[in-house]
């Protein structure tokens, strides 16, 4: 006798998690689904994390690689070329709080658009600048961007590509987030490459966006 008229209460305890549980999956759903993604290729990798981890609005950033034949590559394979991979990082965020074009203001401001062998002292066709663009709306304002570039800088080549956008691999964990992991290595790194010194010279102080 106790234990059925436990039943209906169990029922009903059991009924109100399941709705719970449901409603809050479904509120994940709809926040994840108003959430974009963009990919740069701006030299290292790790070098691109950074700028955009400070950025309102972003959610993420993962380091990867992307513009290849070779799928999910090691970070070993795309180094040694062949792969046709740039390394990228793909940025998730929010577009009610960072606007594309705002994303794009940033990938400039950490690159050296001239440089055709790669990206600062990373010379290799892996480490080339490039926009992967996903959709007619971001290639309009990557083209827009690099026509205003252009026009900063009238008298120099801009060598930064706008490729369309196929697919994301990953790199292994130990790229993620490797500024915050590794400061001190990253920091001499950096340093040794020379960015921050070129950035300056091509950005002045809108240099790291």
Known sequence: MRSSSLAPLLLA??????????????????????LATATFAGGCFWCMEPPYDKLTGVVSTRSGFSGGEVENPSYQQVVAGGTGHLE????TYDPALV??????????????PFQANGQFCDLAETYRSAIFVQNEAEREAAEQSLAEIQSRF?????????????????????HQDYYQKNP?????????????QRLEEIWGSEAGG
């Open 13 to 34: 305890l059991s009924l109100s998690v399941w709705a719970q549980s449901s409603s809050e999956s479904s509120t994940q759903q709809a926040a994840d689904s108003t």
């Open 88 to 91: 990228v990082v793909q940025i």
């Open 99 to 112: 606007s594309y074009e705002a994303l794009l203001d940033v990938f400039w401001r950490n690159i050296d």
């Open 154 to 174: 009238p008298n120099q080549t801009i060598d930064t590509r706008i490729l369309e956008f196929d697919a994301f691999y990953e790199a292994e964990d130990y």
């Open 184 to 196: 001190r290595r990253y920091g001499f790194y950096r340093w040794r490459c020379g960015r921050d």
